[in-house]
């Protein structure tokens, strides 16, 4: 009996459950990708296992067309298998994530290279001295990429003295001067050295311990980080360095090109599809070792895994919000586990999850010795407007400042001032917000966008009333103070061209959204503002502690990082809440102690796990209806409280509904969740619904 390749098509129709069997060519094996006959058509499909022998009769065992040249390390497939399962997705499209860039090709070149044969007295004479200036640079210099001398290459190899190839060439250079720069690392402080200690410890193990690394920020994790790197490279092991969004902070990537060189790769979604296709070979072959990206690195093709560094651990962009709902974090540890590497997560401000379930390492003191910038928390319930009279003059005083407001537009809603009719999106249930320099309303949820009304459409009225203050206002009211102001949130193109000009102004503002609190090093601010603390403790959500304490943190982090220091002013209407004051207290341990304390008493997680499921259709009575049949097909779970079903606000023209589980055995409600929705979803009376099942939703 030939063996049988067990083939996952890489499609997305949930329906669709491989593997399917074909007859395995020679040299295929777990992680071959092949071309194979599918229905109709041709897919792409990933060999998952071997077998001895088919339940299909022999004659119905298709062969595959093809066998593509690349294929997948065996760990990421049993790794997207695990996905799979662990987020009720499905194995294939589990199996996309993990599999390289499709449809990109090497790009291939004409590469030259002398041959040995002899080209004395007679055959040299016969060149030309062009022809002889070229075949001496390839004696020296040995193989070289062809260019506008490809002709005379040409007659070069057609007298046997040179050799052309077609061999690939790369598209995509890590860094601009590979090895120029090659920095000398700087000597360790103490503390830097017994965490280094501590994670050079859990390397040499076969089974090493996950870590946290708790440093407030400009505490040298990074070097750490390097570091740790380095040891694992000298013991032959891979690297993979994920970090929040490679655009708003590059200087972490060429912080490792410049310390190792070529052998850094980075993947990431701004690379065109061959630039990435050539980073991912180059990681596949072992040309390149270490790689750093966003959180689709997690699944970089590294054999010999020793490390990943999960840097700005608590950064909320770690969680993917496409199927499958993965959580890098999650898929980290898992791919650590799988390979026998050193998990080491990084963070100043590291969620409870993590302080609960890691050996925590710390750096409690900035390199430079500098203390922490002193926060001021300014109570802002007796006063009126954006900014209070003191931050306007601190703004005035400081040649550089950056403020955080955490929301984006003109102003967050515009009624009608005399019926009171407030523009709502028409897809979703949520009101508009005016961008004043596009002339438009824009829904944040959906994208929809529409002109600003010259008149109410419900009264004819032409008074219309804005609302509330976003980053555009902000930014237009922060002209005043009379320097150079600049903008950064979603709706800015280019953020890091944005972020220079900042960094080479000698006087201006930097305002915008969370995204001005991200790892930035800009050692002449000496002033940092949050505008309305409150923005995120508003939201229903038990995050919603852990996400104001970790927004102020990292903002305080941005300030004072150079020799003049700084302060920091944090505007709010709640000034007693737990989170700001433990924040403006740079109280990280007392903050987190308390926060996994209470979440102990709600059992939220760490202490349980939450799965969401949401059903969603254009008619609302279908929702109800299939979110019923979904509550009963729970039934009920072995110490998980359900809650729901529950009405979420319409979304992209599609009325939705949801359950929770709280569950204490994570994978028994994991199972239960994707069984019931099976179950639910199989009933073709309901084709209008959608279920979406988010494990650990965030
Ligand atoms: P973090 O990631 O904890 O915010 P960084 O790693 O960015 O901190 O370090 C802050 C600054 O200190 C950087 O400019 C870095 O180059 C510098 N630095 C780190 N470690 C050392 C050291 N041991 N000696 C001197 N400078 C250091
Ligand atoms: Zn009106
Ligand atoms: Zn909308």
Redesign the pocket.
Same mark, same amino acid.
């Given at each position: 009996m030939p063996p049988v390749a067990k083939v996952e098509p890489i499609t997305t129709a949930r329906a669709l459950r491989g593997p399917f069997d074909y007859l395995c060519p020679e040299g295929v094996g777990v992680g071959s990708v092949l071309i194979v006959p599918f229905g109709h058509r041709d897919v792409v499909g990933v060999v998952v296992s071997i077998a001895d022998r088919s339940e299909l009769p022999d004659d119905r065992l298709a062969s595959p067309r093809r066998v593509l040249d690349h294929d997948l390390p065996p760990e990421l497939v049993e790794l997207a298998g695990w996905i799979a399962a662990e987020y009720c997705s499905t194995p294939a499209r589990a199996l996309a994530l993990v599999s390289p860039p499709p449809g990109a090709r090497a790009k291939l070149a004409w590469w030259a290279s002398a041959t040995g044969a002899p080209a004395d007295d007679a055959p040299r004479r016969a060149l030309s001295a062009r022809q002889r200036t070229l075949l001496d640079g390839l004696r020296d210099g040995g193989r070289r990429q062809a260019g506008a001398d490809l002709p005379a290459l040409r007659r070069l190899a057609d007298r046997g003295l040179v050799e052309l190839r077609r061999r690939p060439v790369r598209r995509y250079v890590t860094h601009d001067a590979v090895g120029a720069r090659r920095a000398q !690392? !700087? !000597?360790?402080?103490g503390d830097?050295t017994q965490a280094l200690t501590a994670i050079e410890a859990q390397l040499a193990r076969d089974k090493p311990h996950a870590l946290l690394l708790h =440093? $407030?920020?400009?505490?040298?994790?990074?070097? $750490?980080?390097l570091r740790a790197a380095a040891t694992a490279l000298d013991r032959s092991r891979g690297v993979i360095i994920l970090v929040p969004e490679i655009g708003l902070t590059p200087?972490i990537v060429s912080?490792f090109a410049d310390r190792f060189g070529d052998t850094v790769a980075v993947l990431h979604s701004r690379l065109s599809a061959g630039e990435r296709h050539d980073e991912w070979t180059r990681l596949r072959s072992g040309q390149a070792r270490v790689c750093v990206g966003p959180r689709s690195a997690i699944f970089a093709p590294i054999e010999r895994l020793g490390l990943i560094v999960l840097?700005e651990e608590h950064d909320a962009s770690y969680k993917h919000e496409g199927d499958p709902r993965y959580d890098a974090r999650q898929v980290a540890q898992r791919r650590a586990d799988q390979a026998g590497a050193l998990l080491l997560a990084?963070s100043?401000t590291p969620r409870p999850e993590s302080v609960h379930a890691l050996r925590r390492v710390r750096?409690p003191a *900035? $390199?430079?010795g500098q203390a922490l910038p002193p926060v001021r928390i300014v109570d802002m319930r007796e006063t009126a407007g954006a900014l209070h009279p003191d931050t306007s003059h601190a703004l005035v005083d400081a040649a550089k400042s950056i403020v955080l407001l955490n929301r984006r537009g003109w102003s967050n809603f515009v009624d009608c001032r005399s019926c009171g009719h407030v523009w709502m999106c028409s897809q979703c249930d949520v009101a508009l917000v005016l961008h004043r320099s596009q002339d438009r309303l824009a829904c944040h949820h959906c994208g929809h966008r529409e002109r600003m009304p010259a008149r109410c459409a419900q009264c004819g009225s032409m008074s219309v009333s804005r609302h509330g203050a976003g980053t555009e206002r902000l930014a237009h009211d922060l002209q005043q103070i009379g320097h150079e102001v600049f903008r950064l949130d979603a709706d800015v193109a280019d953020a890091g061209a944005l972020l220079r000009r900042f960094e080479a102004a000698r006087r201006g503002i930097l305002v915008g959204t969370q995204m001005v609190a991200k =790892?930035h090093?800009f !050692?002449d601010v000496t002033l940092a503002v949050v505008v309305d603390a409150d923005g995120t403790l508003r939201f229903p959500d038990f995050r919603a502690e852990e996400r104001t304490f970790a927004l102020v943190t990292q903002l305080a982090?941005r300030a004072g *990082?150079g020799p003049a220091g700084g302060r920091v002013l944090v505007q709010t209407l709640s000034p007693g809440a737990p989170s700001i004051v433990a924040a403006a207290g740079h109280d990280a341990d007392g903050f987190l102690r308390a926060e996994l304390a209470r979440r102990e008493a709600l059992r939220y997680p760490p202490f349980s796990s939450l799965i969401r499921i949401v059903c969603s259709a254009p008619e609302a009575a279908a929702v109800r209806a299939a979110a019923q049949a979904l509550r009963a097909a729970l039934g009920e779970i072995d110490g998980a409280q359900i809650l729901g079903p529950a009405p979420l606000f319409r979304l992209r023209g599609r009325e939705r509904t949801q359950l929770v589980i709280k569950a204490g055995d994570r994978a028994a409600a994991v199972r239960a969740a994707g069984a019931a929705v099976d179950e639910v979803a199989a009933d073709r009376t309901r084709r209008d619904v959608a279920y979406s099942v988010d494990v650990d939703p965030q």
């Open positions: !690392p !700087p !000597p360790l402080t830097q =440093g $407030v920020t400009g505490s040298g994790k990074t070097e $750490v980080y200087q912080r840097d990084g100043a750096l *900035r $390199v430079d =790892g090093d !050692p982090g *990082r």
